[in-house]
């Protein structure tokens, strides 16, 4: 990653042990509110698949951070891209919960993925189909 322009992050990486979603959500909003970076974070209970954007510099800080959280194991990078405009205008969380309705759920990410580049569409929708299923 190089320059000053608007980068977006896609990565996907497991839980590892029982991980409490809405404390990652929380802190997760406000460090992303002070570092001006949008996205999407998809949570299922097994794994995080998260879109970011923003500025270079604290757009890496994070990703060191998410890299170095012991939450994480096998964090991979999906795609790293610069950007024209923000795809995600505000940050957003889909959490799978057991027993909910998953067509109800799987309608909800496909709004919250609708303004994104098709190939970012793809990697949440088809992620997301699949999980579904398991």
């Known amino acids: 990653m190089s320059g000053t322009s608007l980068l977006q992050v896609v990565y996907i990486s497991s839980f590892v042990g029982a991980v409490d ?13 002070r570092d001006g970076l949008t996205g999407l974070l998809y949570a299922d209970g097994r794994r995080f698949l998260q879109a970011l954007e923003g ?6 800080r994070t ?5 170095a959280d012991p939450r994480h194991r096998a964090v ?3 795609s790293c891209r ?3 405009a923000r795809e995600f205008g505000e940050w ?3 959490e799978r919960v057991a027993g909910a309705d998953a067509d109800a ?8 993925i609708a303004g ?3 190939a970012v569409r793809a990697t949440f929708d088809g992620f997301v189909q699949i999980r579904r299923a398991a």
């Open 105 to 112: 759920f799987v309608r909800h990410v496909q709004t919250l």
């Open 76 to 78: 991979v990078i999906l």
């Open 21 to 33: 979603t809405a404390s990652i959500l929380a802190t997760s909003r406000r460090n992303n509110a």
């Open 92 to 94: 957003a969380m889909a």
């Open 55 to 60: 500025n270079q510099l604290p757009l890496e």
């Open 63 to 67: 990703l060191e951070r998410i890299t």
């Open 82 to 84: 610069d950007i024209a």
């Open 116 to 118: 994104a580049s098709p």
